[in-house]
């Protein structure tokens, strides 16, 4: 059984009654056990344990590479540690409030296990440097797995472009009918949002991917560290170039939220989108099947709950910045007890963007565009009057006089219940004698579709076109990742 799902956490169990604190030596009384319980954070940072682990290791290697422990000193622990990770891997650790946090209880745990050597571990170590270095190594795989993740939806998205490059839909702007549109064109437009998300990670990696042990409390640490070396061992870029900061900030913590807010206000856009397509009204396309439900009293019913739960749960990840934002406000150097409480909204904010991009990456490219719909809902709302008016510039009208005239044939055609290209030849050519025969050419949704042929334009080839640069761009991403 893996613990990594916050629905299979072990709880953590009660007190052991009376057990020494590892900080003990100068209280004269136990501490009180509801504040011991409320000042606990086990319950949610023993998500922590792979790299807090990782951490100590690498701490004990660098100790003892620098003479500060022998090194059958950190082999001891080394192994101790490893064998820690299996226990609570294998769901058999006891998580302990009277133990605080995911570090002393794996801290104390060691010592349990090897004895006294357990007790250098935390040489030239404190909780504050060490914390803040495993928020690190967890963000960092996060973010990879957000990354790989919104690669994989934007692979369907290109290949479901690619399938529906030459599909007529609808453009809008107000809701209202626009312009036609291709249907491969939209799901680029959602691919350029993810796009820029992820760069917007990208960079957040850099400033997250920065190794603060050595900090330790706030000031340094008299011992003679070799932190480029734990750098090294931890795949950090570099090291922290000021203690006071690198215990205290978790400004890359707001920055990655904040751009998994943006995510999911992309995200809920989209949601929207597909729930106004699903529609009996809009009815452009079919989710899967597996991504719906029905109702307990409407048997017609199949509602898109999936994409409206993505649109709901933006709302969590916008509090958990604000949370975040909040948290850190006016905060003075360096570490205060307050960033206990960045874990919660930062798990719950990764948690959230996982479980939505796995949805939409492989709901969104298995959908099913119904074509005759969006096609014929291309053909009501006059989406080519626009094109009319720009037939009409290309034989020598001036642009607002065509739009004066075109404006006349809508009226016209919608007083008659009929689409601009059902008006007969002979009434366009009365509203402007510049109307010839082939205007009809222009006035159908592929026509208008297929003239918008300029880099960024919604013709199917500007589409195909696009689609290969970002299949090539994905690709590279993909090999850089190897
Ligand atoms: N549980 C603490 C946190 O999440 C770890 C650091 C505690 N440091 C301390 N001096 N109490 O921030």
């Known amino acids: 059984m893996t613990q990594d799902s916050p629905h299979d956490k072990p709880a953590a169990t009660p007190a052991a009654s009376g057990e020494a604190k590892l900080w003990g030596g100068r209280f004269s009384e136990p501490t009180d056990a509801f504040v011991e319980r409320f000042t606990a954070s086990v319950d949610f940072d023993w998500r922590l344990y792979r790299e807090d682990i990782q951490g100590s290791q690498a701490h004990a290697r660098m100790l003892a590479k620098v003479g500060v422990l022998t090194e059958a000193e950190a082999g001891e622990i080394l192994a101790g540690l490893d064998a820690i990770r299996d226990e609570i891997a294998a769901g058999e650790f006891d998580w302990q409030v009277g133990r605080e946090d995911v570090h002393m209880n794996i801290e104390a745990r060691l010592i349990e296990r090897i004895g006294d050597v357990g007790k250098k571990l ?63 064109h939209h799901m680029l437009a959602w691919y350029e949002m993810l796009e820029r998300d992820a760069e917007r990670l990208r960079d957040t990696r850099r400033r997250v991917n920065i190794l603060p042990l050595g900090a330790a409390a706030l000031a340094g640490t008299p011992y003679p560290l070799d932190r480029e070396y734990t750098a090294e061992l931890l795949g950090f870029d570099s090291v922290t170039r000021n203690s006071l900061d690198a215990v205290s900030d978790r400004d890359f913590a707001i920055e990655f939220t904040a751009a998994a807010a943006t995510l999911m206000m992309h995200l809920s856009r989209q949601a929207e989108e597909l729930v106004l397509w699903t529609s009996a009204q809009f009815a452009f396309i079919e989710l899967p099947d597996r991504y719906c439900t029905g109702s307990s009293i409407m048997p017609q ?7 409206e739960l993505v649109r709901g749960k933006t709302g969590r990840v916008y509090g958990h910045l604000m949370s975040l934002l909040t948290l850190m406000k006016s905060q ?44 014929a809902a291309t053909r009501k709302g006059f989406a080519t009057a626009t094109d009319l008016a ?93």
Not at 301 to 307: E, I, L, S, T, Y
Not at 353 to 361: D, Q
């Open 301 to 307: 019913k199949k509602n898109p709950d999936v994409p």
């Open 332 to 375: 003075p150097l360096a570490y205060n007890k307050d960033n206990q409480e960045d874990k919660e909204p930062l798990f719950d904010t990764v948690d959230t963007l996982l479980g939505s991009l796995r949805a939409f990456g492989d709901m969104v490219p298995n959908l099913e565009v119904r074509r005759e719909n969006t096609l």
């Open 390 to 482: 720009d037939y009409l510039v290309g034989r020598g009208v001036a642009f607002r006089d065509a739009h004066e005239v075109v404006g006349r044939a809508v009226r016209i055609a919608q007083e008659r219940g009929v689409d601009l290209a059902e008006l007969p030849l002979a009434d366009l050519q009365a509203i402007s004698p510049a109307v010839g025969e082939d205007v009809f050419t222009v006035l159908t949704p592929e026509g208008s579709a297929a003239a918008r042929n300029l880099t960024g334009g919604t013709a199917p080839e500007q589409v195909r076109r696009q689609a290969a640069a970002a299949r090539e761009h994905l690709a590279a991403l993909a090999r850089a990742d190897r």
């Open 122 to 184: 935390h040489t030239g170590r404190s909780r504050n440097d060490q914390i803040a270095t495993d928020i690190r190594l967890w963000l960092r795989a996060a973010i990879d797995d957000v990354l790989r993740l919104i690669r994989g939806y934007q692979d369907g998205l290109v290949a479901l472009a690619e399938r529906e490059a030459d599909t007529v839909m609808p453009g809008f702007t107000h809701l209202q009918t626009a312009q036609p549109v291709t249907f491969g």
